[in-house]
């Protein structure tokens, strides 16, 4: 049996790349994946019976909980969806109803599908764009006179070819691009009209011209524009006829039954008080609707039936006021792995400025290097912009990782309003994030309204 799948431990080397610390998160969600790989290579009389391990993550925001999820989906090919539970309202409330999270998840996977397929296709699809636009540019081959001779028709498709190879030499060059040509573009005969289905009031996109297009033919009009822009139009409708869209719908339908993942985010804000009443008393109702989506049953998709029993469900919340040992406890055997993320320090903060590989340090950067000046942050600077956010979130609220965003864009704030002129190299240091934030941290109402 080929085991191309990667184990736990690439898993979380992965995900160490981009999310600092929450080896115990990173672990649960690593088993959680690499046990769907086993279970599609278990024996076909157990493998319907085994139940993904849905996971709740406890911790506050800004800690990696959506990160760690995103990016897990990114590595496994899988399609994801985030979600917040608190969109969502019990039948019979005017709101989203809970089966929407499962059509926006096949939505997601076809379009998924369709870019794999579609990047298999595009060479095809290139060389029948680029004969297109010879056609449009040159003319097509001459058809000849059925009395013509041997000698006339060879004489007539040499020019021709000749011709075409000068033209398609100068296309791959792009010396053409700005050339006006003129093509046919289908002619929209009927908007896209919004209805609203009787559960949950659920946006519904129908195209009148898709379900009227074997009645009537469908009406073109020609349009003028560039050599770059009718490569695009002429590439994406050669693409379209390549692509079997049976093919694409079964494979998008296959791959949220055994690999999507759904995020709900706010979990425990639909966790009610006993004693509250009011808005509060649908939110067990919003439990209860989540809970056969998330034991399995078969939702109606535009696409087909598609059924939830082998979709991963992460959720995650702060639980500041509530705990999940006060979701209904149908819905929290459902959820048997429990993971609590840890809060993030200032050591934490130093090593998400520098470490991953996107990290916020990494970006400014690259952002300044566009107008020409170096950015540099020295290992003091580094420390005391950590020790800010660390400082800032223990006095306010405290909002995890996110934190760094808004120093850092006060910090450099000047900077990249009025990048320096004639200054290739730009270092930030200890004293200067002192100077520039020290009167901010040191006013408390300031530092609540500004960081």
Known sequence: MKNDYPTPKEIVEHLDKYIVGQANAKKSVAIAL???????????????????????????????KTEISRRLSVHAKAPFIKVEASKFTEVGYVGRDVESMVRDLVEISVNMIKTEMSAKLEGVAE????????????????????????????????????????????????????????????QKQFPVVEIFSPQGMEEMGINFQEMFSGLMPQK??????????????????????????????????????????????EIDKIVGDDGRTGPDVSREGVQRDILPIVEGCAVMTKYGMVRSDHILFIAAGA????????????????FPIRVELDSLTAEDFERILTEPQCSLVKQYTALLKTEDVNLEFTKDAIKKIAEIAEQVNNRSENIGARRLHTVMTTLLEDILFEPPVGKRKLTITGRTVSKTLSDIVEDEDLSRYIL
């Open 127 to 186: 060389h029948a764009t680029t004969e297109r636009l010879l056609d449009l540019l040159v003319g097509p081959m001459p058809r000849m006179k059925a009395d013509a001779t041997d000698e006339e028709k060879k004489a007539a498709s040499q020019g021709q070819s000749a011709t075409r190879e000068k033209f398609r030499q100068k296309l791959i060059d792009g010396i053409l691009d700005d050339r006006e040509v003129e093509i046919d573009a289908p």
């Open 220 to 265: 073109t009009k020609r349009r003028k524009m560039s050599v770059r822009d009718a490569r695009k139009f002429i590439l994406g409708e050669e693409l379209a006829k390549l692509l079997n869209m049976d093919d694409v719908v079964a494979e998008a339908l296959d791959r949220v039954q055994e690999s999507g993942i759904i995020f709900i985010d």
């Open 34 to 64: 690499r046990n769907r790989w086993r279970r599609q290579n278990a024996p076909m009389d157990i493998r319907h019976e085994i139940l993904p391990n849905n996971i709740i993550m406890i911790g506050p925001t800004g800690v990696g």
């Open 319 to 334: 639980f500041h006021g509530a705990k999940p040992a006060d979701l209904i406890p149908e819905l929290q055997g459902r």
